[in-house]
């Protein structure tokens, strides 16, 4: 499902549907069992209203075509922690897709590394266009990256599982990482060498989003609304998802190197 499916190229058959547009959704979801939520609006200041309005209109019209599953990708971070506006506006997606009454299974993820994703693009530009970088005291925040593969292998396993319905899990890979080790290690994996990172403690959210949009092509707007997430720590607290879907997810230089090279296919 797509706003403009004349411009997909893609496997599959592209449907219209606009998650902004409820009327749109009746003839994208009809004769849907399971579907696939991955939405948000993070380059919008109202990102928060307009992805609550979004999951709640496509969860009553996935109740009304008679929709099993619905399977949504959501974001890290522990529930008694104090989560950025971001983080808060996942959370209350997860609720309003159920409201209809279709299950909902929930995979939180952190940083997913994989070609296109918006923190792994953020991250591959800025090794590939900066020798040295000043970052925020924020980039020694630990995190948990994911290979955009373990996603998806976790996005088919869940679907029609019995033991996935109405559950949350939380999905990552093996390697619990600072921004700044996330970035040292991809340069490696990119170049063979370490970049020269300096940490310093006064650069604000709106000064860091600005800095990346001069030094990368992600919208000030978006940057802004990851980067107030990146203070928090999201680390895998619980890993029964490996008990629904069995599996080793990759590394995270592994993650890095398959993403590097989906990158060079696209051109």
């Not at 996935?164 to 170049?191: C, H, I, K, N, W």
């Amino acid at each position: 499902m797509t706003r403009r499916p004349e411009s997909y190229d893609g496997p599959g058959e592209a449907v219209h549907g606009d998650v902004h547009d409820p009327e749109s959704l009746v003839g994208a979801l009809a004769d849907v069992e399971i579907a696939y939520y991955l939405v948000h609006s993070l380059d919008d200041d109202d990102f928060e209203r307009k992805d609550a309005a979004a999951a709640r209109a496509f969860g009553k019209a996935a109740a009304q075509a008679g929709v099993r599953q619905v399977v949504y990708l959501g974001g890290l971070g522990a529930d008694d922690q104090e989560l950025s506006a971001h983080l808060r506006s996942r959370r209350e997606v997860e609720g309003l897709l159920g409201e209809g009454g279709v299950p909902v299974t929930v995979l939180r993820a952190a940083i997913v590394v994989g070609a296109g994703g918006v923190s792994w693009e953020i991250t591959r530009q800025l090794i590939k266009n900066l020798p040295a970088m000043v970052v925020p005291r924020w980039a020694t925040t630990k995190t948990q990256p994911i290979a955009v593969d373990d996603v998806v292998r976790y996005l088919v396993g869940v679907a029609d599982h019995p033991d996935a319905l109405d559950r949350v899990f939380e999905v990552g890979g093996p390697d619990q990482l600072s921004y700044v080790e996330m970035l040292q290690r991809a340069a490696v994996v990119r170049t063979g060498s370490r970049v020269v990172i300096v940490t310093v403690p006064v650069l604000t959210p709106r000064l860091s989003s600005l800095w990346l949009s001069l030094v990368t092509d992600v919208d000030a707007t978006t940057g802004r609304n990851l980067i107030d997430s990146m203070g928090t720590e999201v680390l895998v607290r619980d890993d029964s998802i490996r008990e629904v879907v069995p599996g080793e997810p990759l590394g995270y230089d592994e993650a890095v190197r398959r993403a590097l090279a989906e990158g060079d296919s696209r051109g």
